[in-house]
């Protein structure tokens, strides 16, 4: 059951990941600089 194509599916998922990295990345540098 799909609602929409997966390839769209998978674009969506790839950015909220690569979203998620860079926050992550961002608060492991916040906290070596502060």
Same mark, same amino acid.
């Not at 860079?22 to 540098?29: D, H, L, S, Y």
């Given at each position: 059951? #799909? %609602?929409?194509?997966?390839?769209?599916?998978?674009?969506?998922?790839?950015?909220?990941? %690569?979203?998620?990295?860079?926050?992550?990345?961002?608060?492991?540098?916040?906290?070596?600089? #502060?």
């Amino acid at each position: 059951m #799909h %609602s929409y194509p997966d390839e769209l599916q998978v674009q969506d998922t790839k950015v909220k990941l %690569s979203r998620h990295v860079t926050g992550f990345a961002e608060q492991k540098q916040g906290v070596i600089l #502060h």
